[in-house]
């Protein structure tokens, strides 16, 4: 249990540095502010942590415990001392809130028990169930942090070409893999992203729209969602942590807001703290995936604007601090890729910039090349349309709305509050942006294989565009809008077309939302006039944090069987990644499947307990060297679909083995079918089949 112990103190350091945060830089604003800041800062923090203690003496527990301690100490320093140098924290005044027509109060107790239930739901899936596994992560999404982890440093490594993305949401999930030494809490980091989400969404939405059902209804849409939803089928959900990074950048800028828990007036310190969390979390979202830094940049831009028209001689330190904290949070993968390949978006090439992903590679898996190749294809167009709308398509047709909806509305009206008026032009322009870029998008029309057939696409791609525009709806249900009854029970019958909650939890959500209904008028009179403490949220983590400690073995079952009950239409390799378990600790492993060497899954091959190191080879066991190093004589980037059946000599490939340290190998007909040239050469040498199954064989190399 030493790793549940250190999972709960590491977490619970994190937790406190992150509330020391929030309320020093959000002091005496309002309480949503400091709560939300908070919940945006712990990613930040646990990532900072780790590239501190990565810097000082490597990924060791006992580093990442002394970079924590001493956050904890100088930011609750910090927190004390502005605590005496200021008055107190004001209680936030009670908002006015307006009557409500007809039918509010029902419309609010359903979207209560949608989002209530689907809020429930998604905490069972991905903070108490096991972690799930789809392709990309057994590639590249948990192989690197298990590397990361396992060599104690943050390097490069030779087992993927996705090593030199950017990698900010999977340095967050090691985070919760580097206490426990396992991937039972990985899922942690998924769970997360969608409370992220759903929250700027909520804050987004309670800001447009003003009090009512509009904010449970908004979070149940996206939730609702089987994109949104099957994120939790993954090991790091890295398009949403992208959209939910972003989401929240927006909401950092939202000024105050009439009735939505105003403490005092703002100032230009206070402008620059948000723009500095704005550009932080944009940031984030670009540390994600490149290709949301031009939505942050635009977000970027919005604020400049307003920060020009404010005050033109003041308006270069909220500027300032966008741009300082984006390239702080944002920018490292990409000068790490700038100092080992000369291209910061290696591998692939881009105006003068040289890679081995080059410009036709690009286009053949591109939703516009694909369009561009056969524009009157009508069938096409019906399978683009459909396959892109598939949210599904209720869902699709509220965030349509209210996309359009804004565009009309900013066309007719201009807002009496210009901050507000310019959160809906960063969720206009940085959800239209994905949208343009997205067919332009490498694997926005096929995966990464060569000559495959146009699938449904990646829509996970288009979260962002899905979300702004879900936040833009919440206008239609404002008390004022003329209609919101109508446009509310539209919005009910959508999400229940999009229901994929069983029976039982059905019953349990609109459960949840009459037992809330019913505590709301208790609940607010108790808490009328009462100032808010971040103490008391730390206890709360702290008791949630010990029962997840507790969960730990549980969970880490759970996670287990869902790896092992990974199949392939040719047969079961989750048979063969559990055969490994009978190895001595240390054991090195070389991993040949049927698909090319850069598909390779390695990540089974570090065992459960990361007891294990992969030992990447090359076709003829040659250890493999990292991509920057060899791609200009390695042909085209599709070549090795090619060369993948090439014979190997069996002496050379025992002799290279054994040069790169392998004690045994796996060799697997996993997931293309047919045995890959290893094999025959393998059979062909003195050794010994420790497991096979006619699908997978695990052969111990002679020495």
């Known amino acids: 249990m030493s790793g549940a112990y250190l999972f709960v103190l590491v977490n619970g350091l994190a937790i406190l540095v992150s509330l020391a945060l929030s309320e020093w830089g959000f002091r ?156 039972a809490f990985a899922s942690a980091a998924v769970f997360f992203w969608g409370v992220l989400a759903a929250s700027a969404v909520a804050i987004l939405v309670r800001a447009l729209a003003g009090p009512g059902p509009a904010t449970g209804l908004a979070v149940a849409v996206l939730l609702g969602s089987n994109v949104v939803w099957n994120r939790g089928n993954t090991f790091s959900a890295t398009d949403l942590a992208s959209a939910a990074c972003l989401l929240a950048a927006i909401a950092f800028s939202l000024p105050r807001v009439r009735g939505f828990g105003s403490a005092r007036d703002t100032g230009a310190s ?204 919440g206008h239609r249900l404002r008390h004022d809008s003329g209609s919101p009854a109508l446009w509310g029970a539209a919005t009910v019958l959508a999400v229940a077309a999009a229901w994929q909650l069983p029976a039982l939890q059905s019953v349990t959500a609109f459960g949840s939302g009459v037992a809330l209904m019913a505590l709301r008028g208790p609940v607010r009179e108790r808490l009328r006039g009462v100032s808010t403490s971040p103490l008391r949220g730390f206890a709360a983590c702290c008791v949630a944090l010990i029962a997840l400690g507790l969960w730990t073995p549980m969970k880490q079952r759970a996670t287990d069987e869902n790896l092992f009950a990974y199949r392939a239409k040719w047969g079961p390799i989750g048979d063969a990644w559990r055969s490994l378990e009978g190895l001595p600790d240390g054991s090195r492993i070389a991993f040949f499947m049927s698909e090319p060497l850069e598909y390779t899954q390695f990540y089974p091959i570090f065992g459960r307990r990361l007891q294990f190191t992969p030992v990447a080879v090359n076709a003829d066991g040659t250890p493999r060297r990292p991509l920057h190093e060899t791609w200009r004589g390695d042909g085209t980037w599709w070549s090795s679909w090619e060369t993948r059946k090439d014979p190997v000599d069996a002496a050379a490939l025992a002799r290279n083995l054994r040069a790169s340290g392998a004690e045994y190998a796996l060799v697997t007909q996993w997931s293309l079918g047919g045995w890959p040239p290893q094999y025959e050469a393998l059979r062909e040498l003195p050794g010994v089949a420790l497991y096979d199954d006619e699908y997978s064989v695990l052969f111990r190399l002679a020495p």
């Open 270 to 473: 206070d402008d620059c703290i948000d723009a500095f969390a704005t550009g932080a979390l944009a940031g984030f979202a670009a540390g994600c995936k490149v290709f949301y830094l031009p939505a942050a940049l635009l977000v970027g831009a919005v604020l400049a604007r307003r920060a020009l028209r404010r005050d033109l001689r003041g308006a270069w330190r909220p500027i300032g601090s966008f741009a300082v904290a984006l390239a702080l949070t944002g920018s490292a993968w990409y000068v790490r890729n700038w100092i080992h390949s000369g291209n910061p978006i290696f591998p692939a090439s881009w105006t003068f910039f040289d890679g081995p992903f080059g410009a036709d590679a690009q286009a053949s898996t591109q939703l516009a090349a694909r369009i561009a190749a056969s524009p009157f294809d009508l069938e096409m167009w019906r399978s683009v349309l459909v396959s892109r709308a598939n949210w599904p398509p209720s869902l699709a047709v509220v965030s349509a709305i209210g996309g359009i909806g804004a565009l009309g509305f900013a066309g007719r009206n201009r807002s009496a509050n210009d901050s507000l008026e310019a959160v809906r032009s960063m969720l206009l322009l940085a959800g239209g942006c994905m949208l343009l870029v997205y067919p332009f998008l490498p694997f926005s029309a096929t995966g990464n294989r060569p000559d495959i057939p146009m699938h449904t696409g990646y829509l996970r791609f288009l979260i962002l565009p899905f979300a702004a525009g879900i936040a833009l709806f």
């Open 28 to 183: 005496g604003r309002e309480s949503w502010r400091r709560g939300f800041g908070a919940l945006a800062a712990f990613p930040i923090v646990c990532v900072g942590s780790l590239i501190a203690a990565n810097a000082i003496s490597g990924l060791r527990a006992s580093t990442l415990l002394g970079v924590l301690a001493i956050l904890a100490i100088l930011a609750g320093a910090g927190l004390v001392r502005a605590r005496r140098s200021g008055p107190p924290i004001p209680a936030a005044p009670p908002a006015a809130t307006p009557a409500d027509p007809g039918g509010a109060d029902a419309l609010r107790l359903i979207a209560l028990g949608l989002s209530g239930g689907l809020l429930a739901a998604w905490t069972g899936r991905t903070l108490l169930g096991g972690t799930r596994f789809v392709w990309d992560d057994l590639t590249y999404h948990a192989t690197l942090p298990a590397w990361w982890l396992t060599s104690e440093s943050l390097s490069l490594g030779a087992l993927t070409f996705q090593a030199y993305y950017p990698l900010n949401a999977e340095l967050f999930s090691l985070w919760f893999l580097s206490a426990l030494g396992s991937d």
